[in-house]
């Protein structure tokens, strides 16, 4: 069982930066791929980023490629969501979520096993 708890998140205004944090529980962390998703008001949960258990690979949505970097440190048991060059759609709650599985990395939530609860991120215009 792997607990995972975000922060970071809060109010920023348009070009501003945020960076948010997942720490998770559990000793086998650093064999977890991890995954960063979204979710608007009214809209489906959707993926943002995801980094592979040694941080060796990363991959993102388009909609956040060249602003947004995922990146983990194992020996904290934390993946990190560095937000830069926010826009007013970037305005969502953050998740992240750990896929126990034997992959590279994960876009899709139904490969993730465990959710964190989630950090708000609104981003004035």
């Known amino acids: 069982q792997v607990q995972l708890v975000e922060s970071g998140g809060g109010l920023v205004q348009a070009g501003g930066s945020l960076r948010l944090s997942c720490a998770a529980s559990?000793?086998?962390?650093?064999?977890?791929?991890m995954g960063w998703f979204r979710q608007a008001p009214g809209k489906e949960r959707e993926f943002v980023a995801t980094?592979?258990?040694?941080?060796?690979?990363?991959y993102y949505a388009d909609s956040v490629k060249g602003r947004f970097t995922v990146s983990r440190d194992n020996g904290k048991n934390t993946v990190y969501l560095q937000m830069n060059s926010l826009k007013p759609e970037d305005t969502a709650t953050y998740y992240c979520?750990?896929?126990?599985?034997?992959?590279?990395?994960?876009?899709?939530?139904?490969?993730?096993?465990?959710w964190g609860q989630g950090t708000q991120v609104t981003v004035s215009s």
């Open positions: 979520a750990a896929d126990r599985a034997v992959n590279a990395i994960a876009t899709r939530e139904i490969e993730y096993d465990y």
């Open positions: 559990g000793r086998t962390f650093s064999s977890y791929v």
């Open positions: 980094i592979s258990w040694s941080g060796s690979t990363t």
